[in-house]
């Protein structure tokens, strides 16, 4: 059973860079899958921000692109999100995914992780 | 990119229909037949309820159907429960090899 799992920090301060890792168990990264993060402002509706290929191709949201950076790990079967000049609208649930090889739908999910962007 | 369009709330009684619209564009909903819809309940991750704009995945109650004609897909629940009130986001692949989502749609069952 595919699982995956968010980790980071729950608070970043306003101008720093929000990292985020997330560990993929019951399955290889390296599978022909997009690997992505959503995220969901509090009490908001959801945002796709970019998602990763296993041979390293990258397409991000173009609101978000010039903060972004993404990168895989295979031997630890993780990949990670950084966004950086952080203020606090990306305060939000931030979700990872599993993509199918198109790109076009996710499945399944992380349980989601919180970051606060506070002083 | 703009997000898809979806109505704020749909609700229904046990057993009734529903159908949640999701309108967009010929750069999304249109030219592409990568329609996704998702079901989230309160403090959980979303869930993958239709792929492909009607196809369901393995495990999911064949009560849930997708279409599309034109600009606008739809997510129809038939036979409705008190265990499908929740949160209901479609998503297209666009143009621009990214994805886009609606902003959600609130179902209560009455």
């Known amino acids: 059973q595919v699982q995956l799992q968010e980790s980071g920090p729950g608070l970043v301060k306003p101008s720093d860079t929000l990292s985020l890792t997330c560990g993929v168990s019951g399955y290889s990264i390296s599978s022909s899958n997009w690997w992505g993060w959503i995220r969901q402002p509090p009490g908001k509706g959801l945002e796709w921000i970019g998602y990763?290929?296993?041979?390293?191709?990258?397409h991000f949201n173009p609101s978000l692109k010039s903060r972004l950076t993404m990168s895989m790990d295979t031997s630890k079967n993780q990949f990670s999100l950084k966004l950086s000049s952080v203020t606090a609208v990306d305060t939000a649930v931030y979700y990872c995914?599993?993509?199918?090889?198109?790109?076009?739908?996710?499945?399944?999910w992380g349980q989601g992780t919180l970051v606060t962007v506070s002083s | 990119q703009s997000a898809l369009t979806q109505p704020a709330s749909v609700s229904g009684s046990p057993g009734q229909s529903i159908t949640i619209s999701c309108t967009g564009s010929s750069s999304d909903v249109v030219g592409y037949n990568f329609i996704s819809w998702y079901q989230q309940h309160p403090g959980k991750a979303p869930k993958v309820m239709i792929y492909e704009v009607s196809n369901r995945p393995s495990g999911v109650s064949n009560r849930f159907s997708g279409s599309k004609s034109g600009n606008t897909a739809s997510l129809t629940i038939s036979g409705l429960q008190a265990e499908d009130e929740a949160d209901y986001y479609c998503s297209s692949y666009t143009g621009s090899t990214t994805v886009v989502f609606g902003g959600g749609t609130k179902l209560t069952v009455l």
């Open positions: 995914a599993r993509s199918n090889a198109a790109g076009t739908w996710f499945d399944p």
């Open positions: 990763i290929y296993y041979s390293g191709s990258i």
